[in-house]
């Protein structure tokens, strides 16, 4: 899978699917609020950066309303979230999350598993855990968002990730990419499932 990293004007094609799932061993419910394809028309921000797809893939952004069940601040680890589709036996991790505001300034801060030449927008922490790879899934690959920053023959491949963020209720974009055949998809929380989507 081919993923650039830039800014690109876009354009959108809606798709609606409502569900609310509680996980009240973390805390928190996550409600389906919408989610749409992203095509290349219209403006998308994106804070200081947006993980883009390839000419084979297209981005999928799902909006989610995220609650604390008890009212107090929680801790939301947007890398427990996957896309997954039974049509290619893959499971996708997040590209990038972010708060829904106007100016959409405010995210979750983008992670490298690489301390070699790391990427601007992405720092090293090597105490924060990437939790994607907790709930593999058998017989389903791994989709990871690895970006190689050196060259074919000298590869310098960063795996990224998101650094957990406190809420108590949020909406939040969080972001895939897929391949562009995909047409259905299954949205996860760790092993716990909040929707079936279809994508037009």
């Known amino acids: 899978m081919k993923i650039t990293v830039a800014l690109l004007l876009l ?3 809606n798709f609606s699917v409502y569900s609310q799932v509680e996980v009240q061993e973390r805390n928190l419910s996550l409600e389906m609020v919408k989610a749409r394809k992203i095509g ?7 804070g200081t950066y947006n993980v883009l797809s390839g000419k084979d893939d297209k981005r999928v952004q799902i909006r989610l309303k995220v609650r604390s069940l008890d009212g107090e601040e929680t801790v939301f680890d947007p890398n427990k979230l996957s896309f997954v589709t039974d049509e ?6 997040v590209s990038e999350a972010l708060f829904a505001t106007f100016f959409r300034s405010k995210g979750f801060q983008l992670l490298t598993t690489n301390d070699t030449e790391k990427p601007i927008f992405a720092k090293y922490d090597p105490s924060v855990p990437n939790t994607f790879d907790d709930y593999s899934i058998d017989d389903y690959k791994d989709c990871a968002i690895n970006l190689n920053f ?4 000298k590869p310098i491949v960063h795996t990224i990730y998101l650094r957990p963020n406190y809420i108590d209720k ?12 995909l047409k259905t998809g299954k949205l996860y929380f760790e092993n716990t499932l909040i929707s079936e989507i279809k994508i037009r």
């Not at 290619?88 to 991790?93: D, G, L, N, Q, W």
């Not at 949020?170 to 055949?181: C, G, K, T």
């Open 11 to 13: 354009f959108t094609f």
């Open 40 to 46: 290349v028309l219209s403006v998308q921000f994106a």
């Open 88 to 93: 290619f036996k893959a499971r996708f991790s």
């Open 150 to 153: 050196g060259t074919k023959r």
């Open 170 to 181: 949020n909406v939040i974009d969080v972001y895939f990419v897929v391949p562009n055949e």
